[in-house]
């Protein structure tokens, strides 16, 4: 093994040499591995279900039938579908790029294609094929992004992505940027992931079976009994012909019988234990397991639930997590794509990234801060650019216009910087500062409207005698002199007012 010298007390590897250490091979893989893996010309899928029932993916499809597993399934991805995207130009250095981008994926049905995306939460993953076209400009852009039947790829024995047609059965490796995959919780083992939708099987099957009898149950114990009652000498001929008018009395409630014999009608409704809440029951529960599987918990669900607040927050909390698991499978996909049309397109390595918020998102974080901001930098001087907006919010130009900036304050001092004292004042402010009272004066002018209310406090026991005492204290009180001071401080306030008003 050729190795180079130092540097800074570390070895560096000769990776042109022919033989590698130990270390650095794969060793453990499927071709090498004892298992049924080996005779395959491709990986099948390993899930437990499907295996069981001898049944491939498609089989996940029919329990989107079910309207308990559509509406659950409807609700995770509306977590998803209902944020608002956009391309994040603070990531990217290249604003032209940028621009390019969001008018690119503006051409494209952003929303269904989130939708197929998200499909591979449900059944373990998703294959997407780009349907490349060129634009009037010359560029290569996508002209679709199509979701495609999982049932038609499968995993090579490196997990790399397959396409089965009729003429290969076998598959075939798929060219560059030409399928973006998906997967939800892929593993080594597993390239096909985790379908979500495999939790809801069993209870959609268990389900389906308790509404059939719960249906047999209503229809046998909900309709009433008819009973009819004939002497011990009659024929069977006779008790078959009534009991065939009788059946008909059901459908028609109409029949006619001999003068000798009699009908009773009987109430359907079932005693002695028998109940229809049985199966009542066991469909809520299997609910709850398909609303647990795809949601993570119930209280979304089943607005009958009951429990307390904070366990409603829990369930909540839980959502959102989920949420934003699903919305980084959005992003990445989207991201790729991104990748894609730049590398074709352009030659820089600055690519804009897809990004996704709600829209009190941006009301409570970016807008306040630059609320904040703007008031901190008003105090240095600086201001914010319409640059700065357009690349935080994704305004375009059209979207902004020049306002007019608000007047200045007649006669305002500038704003006093750190460490400097203030130079100028209001002149009519220092004037009145200036009139001639000390605070001694006011001190003694406050002691006699105050005295004697402190004197009676400190002598009275209980707060109902200070409120009695109340009343009688306004006269005692020298309220004069503040009065006095006040009606002269006013005076020259006026008419130092009037004076410069005219100036």
Not at 259 to 279: E, H, M, N, R
Not at 430 to 450: H, M, R, Y
Request: charged letters at 25%; one cysteine or more.
């Amino acid at each position: 093994m050729k190795r180079s010298k130092k540097e800074k007390g570390q070895e560096i590897f000769d990776f042109a040499s022919a033989q590698l250490p130990p270390i650095f091979p794969e060793i453990a893989t499927r071709r090498g591995a004892i298992d049924f893996y080996t005779w395959s010309m491709y990986l099948p899928n390993p899930d437990p279900i499907l295996l069981r029932q001898g049944k491939n993916i498609t089989a996940y499809n029919e329990l989107l039938v079910d309207a308990h597993v559509g509406a659950c399934v409807k609700s995770r991805k509306s977590g998803v579908k209902s944020l608002l995207w956009g391309i994040d130009y603070g990531k990217s250095k290249m604003s032209r790029q940028a621009k390019f981008i969001d008018g690119v994926l503006k051409n494209l049905d952003v929303e269904r294609i989130m939708s197929e995306i998200l499909n591979a939460v449900l059944f373990g993953y998703q294959a997407l094929e780009v349907i490349w076209t060129q634009d009037e400009n010359g560029f290569i852009v996508p002209e679709d992004v199509l979701g495609k039947p999982q049932n038609w790829f499968v995993f090579d024995m490196e997990n790399n992505l397959m396409l089965r047609t009729r003429d290969n059965f076998n598959g075939f490796i798929l060219p560059d940027r030409k399928f973006i995959l998906v997967q939800h919780e892929p593993t080594y083992e597993n390239p096909y992931g985790f379908p979500e939708l495999s939790r809801c099987f069993w209870p959609v099957v268990f389900k389906k079976g308790s509404i059939k009898f719960w249906a047999v149950f209503a229809e046998k114990y909900g309709m009433p009994f008819i009973i009819g009652k004939q002497p011990r000498s009659t024929s069977k001929e006779d008790t078959e012909r009534l009991a065939n008018m009788l059946d008909a009395m059901v459908q028609d409630a109409v029949a006619v019988i001999p003068d000798d014999s009699s009908v009773d009608i009987q109430s359907g409704l079932v005693k002695g234990g028998a109940s229809s809440t049985l199966y009542v029951d066991l469909i809520k529960f299997l609910n709850d397991e398909i609303s647990k599987a795809i949601l993570g918990q119930t209280l979304t669900t089943e607005m009958g639930s009951t429990g307390s607040y904070s366990a409603s927050q829990t369930h909540m909390e839980v959502r959102g997590d989920i949420v934003m698991a699903d919305k980084r499978l959005v992003i990445k996909a989207f991201n790729t794509l991104i990748k894609w049309i730049i590398e074709i397109n352009f030659s820089s390595k600055d690519i804009p990234e897809f990004t996704l918020w709600a829209e009190e998102d941006v009301d409570q974080s970016l807008a306040e801060r630059d609320k904040n901001l703007t008031a901190s930098m008003t105090l240095s001087g600086l201001q914010l650019t319409k640059k700065y907006y357009q690349k935080n919010y994704g305004l375009e130009d059209e979207d902004i216009q020049a306002g007019t900036a608000p007047a200045p304050t007649p006669n305002a001092a500038p704003p006093a910087m750190f460490a400097q004292a203030a130079s100028n004042t209001f002149p009519d402010q220092t004037a009145i500062d200036n009139i001639n009272i000390s605070p001694a004066e006011l001190q003694s002018l406050a002691d006699g409207v105050l005295k004697p209310i402190i004197e009676m406090v400190n002598q009275k026991a209980s707060y109902n005698d200070i409120l009695n005492a109340l009343a009688s204290m306004f006269p005692l009180m020298d309220t004069d002199g503040l009065t006095n001071m006040l009606t002269q401080a006013y005076f020259i306030a006026d008419m130092w007012g009037r004076l410069n008003a005219k100036s």
